[in-house]
């Protein structure tokens, strides 16, 4: 008989590895799993590649050879990435409270900035795997549709760190509006609502010049059009700083002191 | 003079308490939801924490784990307050709610996650979910699909994984059929004889009545009630019946003693035995039954510590003034 067989089984026993903290690896592997192994988690994913499979085949088929080339496809292979992802941060976060899981998940490891760490190194973990799916589905693409023009296979090494950072941070900015509304459609709604409210007000308010320090979309879309330079880098930096570290700090000091229910 | 019955027992110093509560008070929106709740559970023991809805339950239960911060007061399980076990599911199977689920998630694949965080073996979720009476099809279900039933048998397989020696359950009976409230008895009976420690709540008192050892009795956010079972059914008072009920009220209330009428026609009185059969002797009443009070048993006990927060003997003697009355 093995110890499965008996559930029930009591002290005594060792107490050193059950006294074990779980380590954020394996809290980090545990909300990986999260992420794919409920019904919407999965299909959001699948969404996600079934998407950028088909746009990469329409490209090898339709587009103009000049289009063709790595780039022009990996362009068009971020896109599904860049709008989705966001909305698997969102849900990694706001699933815990919409389905109620955060009872069982903070019972089982109070720590609760442990388990938020946990969170951004899974949806980390998810980008950047996106993002090499994304460079993987692009070079099959271009291959296959071997357009025979000049620079096909030209892509600098800065741009696949600069598309790694992009998929990373777009995803962590989910988080971050998940953790702050800690409610799936508001913050869903608030993701793509409140950058279009920002440009609105800037340009409303005549303050344009400031407001593309803060500007998610022309703050952060340099990094998928070609080396960056040193103002870029900064803006995407202020960028960065607004809408994606304020709202994490926001969001971690409310799961912080929420009461779970 | 009545005597009082004990309401706690005495700490055995020979006995760690697993769980203690002391002073524990919370308020939420100005209100103050529980207040100064105070109790301990011993290994190899059930304690039912009863109360109706609203009572402060499970805001209890939540703070004893860490998910609610008290206002007053401290819990301890273990020893230590439960955000401080270094891997809590290892040491306390908790389920404070089972609807809290994820609806798209499988019922097999929620018990490996809790396996998986607290490093336990993945081998364990097959036979747990056996025990708990869920097959392999039920398994494969989306817990959506999942009865609440089904679902107190999942949370309770949860609570179970890490293969704890405290049990802390919510309402764990809701939505169980009398068939898997016989299930959960005898389960939650062997564990507590192997040396467990359980702590359950309910608001029917019928659910828990045969499975509890101790019990602690809430309403309004504050313990009306704390002892053994047994403790608290002696707490009834005297039962007395006679063949003329307006005399034995009459020479009842001669004695100076108050006494309620039961719906079968008996009196129940805080007294003892032999000042009531003096009473009746000076009264000349003709008694037909004079005993312990067993029959009203904890149901009564639970109705009157319950009910708002009258003090059950001063509404009870209505009758016997009525009475009174009318032989005057």
Known sequence: MTDATLPLRLLPRAGADVDARPGLARLTAVELRKTVDTRAGFWLLTAIGLITVTAMVLMAILAEPEDQTLRGMLEVATLPTAVLMPIVGILLVTSEWGQRTALITFALVPGRTRVFAAKIAAASVVSIAAAWVCLGAAAIATAAAAPGVAGTWDLPAAMIGQLLIYTVTGTLIGVAFGAVLLASAPAIVALFAVPIAWGVIAAVAGIEDIARWADSDTGLSPLLEGTMSGVEWARAGTTLLVWMLLPLAVGLWRIRRAEIR | ?328
């Open chain 2, 1 to 328: 003079m009545a005597r009082r019955p004990r309401r706690r027992r005495p700490a055995n110093p020979m006995l760690d308490a697993m769980i203690e509560l002391e002073g524990l008070t919370k308020r939420l929106g100005g209100r103050t939801v529980v207040e100064d709740v105070s109790f301990r559970c011993e290994p190899g023991t059930v304690t039912g924490f009863l109360g109706p809805n609203g009572a402060g339950k499970t805001t209890t239960l939540r703070m004893l784990t860490g998910l609610s911060r008290p206002d007053a007061g401290h819990a301890a399980v273990l020893g230590r307050p439960y955000a401080e076990l270094p891997n809590p599911g290892r040491r306390v199977g908790v389920l404070l709610d089972a609807a809290a689920q994820h609806g798209g998630r499988r019922g097999r694949e929620a018990l490996a996650i809790s396996a998986q965080t607290m490093g336990v073996d993945p081998a364990r979720v097959d036979p747990l979910l056996t025990l708990v009476g869920l097959d392999r099809s039920a398994a494969r279900k989306r817990v959506r699909q999942y009865s609440l039933g089904m679902r107190q048998r999942l949370g309770i397989a949860q609570a179970l994984v890490g293969d704890p020696q405290v049990l802390i359950l919510d309402e764990p009976a809701n939505g169980l059929d009398p068939e898997g409230i016989r299930w959960m008895r005898e389960l939650l009976r062997d564990f507590a004889d192997r040396g467990g420690t359980v702590l359950l709540s309910s608001h029917l008192l019928a659910e828990v009545e045969l499975l509890v050892d101790h019990l602690v009795i809430i309403a309004g956010g504050r313990v009306r009630a704390a002892g053994t079972r047994e403790e608290l059914l002696a707490g009834g008072g005297t039962v007395v019946r006679a063949t003329d009920e307006v005399a034995l009220v009459a020479a009842l209330g001669d004695a100076g003693l108050d006494a309620r009428r039961t719906p079968d026609g008996e009196f129940v009185v805080d007294a003892e035995p032999e000042e009531i059969g003096r009473a009746a002797l000076d009264g000349g009443v003709v008694l037909t039954r004079l005993g312990e009070s067993q029959g009203a048993g904890l149901e009564q006990l639970f109705f009157e510590l319950t009910r708002g927060d009258a003090p059950a003997p001063a509404a009870a003697p209505r009758p016997t003034d009525d009475l009174a009355e009318a032989i005057r």
